[in-house]
Nanobody, 119 residues
Framework: QVQLVESGGGLVQAGGSLRLSCAAS????????MGWYRQAPGKERELVAT???????NYADSVKDRFTLSRDNAKNTVYLQMNSLKPEDTAVYYC?????????????WGQGTQVTASS
């Protein structure tokens, strides 16, 4: 069983920066892909960014050129650097990871961390 521990959320003024971290533990088969999703009140959960164990990244168009996702494979930890935050970035951010074991892919989610960018 994989555990994801998130940190780094908070309140910041629009234009400011925050850095989220997510550390995975509990399985040697984790994590082929890690990343972040977010969910704003009244909206569906949406992709923010993902990164593979090889370093390939995928970003939502809304965060490209502002957010940077990086990964430390030795620590099974990902970091989301969020710059130029906008009020529309306000949401609960969820860490995401997948494990691949004997051909079976399993998804895991963190508990969520609040990010608020005030105007």
């Amino acid at each position: 069983q994989v555990q994801l521990v998130e940190s780094g959320g908070g309140l910041v003024q629009a234009g400011g920066s925050l850095r989220l971290s997510c550390a995975a533990s509990g399985s040697i088969f984790c994590c082929s892909t890690m990343g972040w999703y977010r969910q704003a009140p009244g909206k569906e959960r949406e992709l923010v960014a993902t990164i593979t164990s090889g370093g390939g990244t995928n970003y939502a168009d809304s965060v490209k050129d502002r957010f940077t996702l990086s990964r430390d494979n030795a620590k099974n930890t990902v970091y989301l650097q969020m710059n130029s935050l906008k009020p529309e970035d306000t949401a609960v951010y969820y860490c995401y990871a997948t494990s691949l074991m004997f051909g079976i892919i399993t998804d895991y989610w963190g508990q969520g961390t609040q990010v608020t960018a005030s105007s």
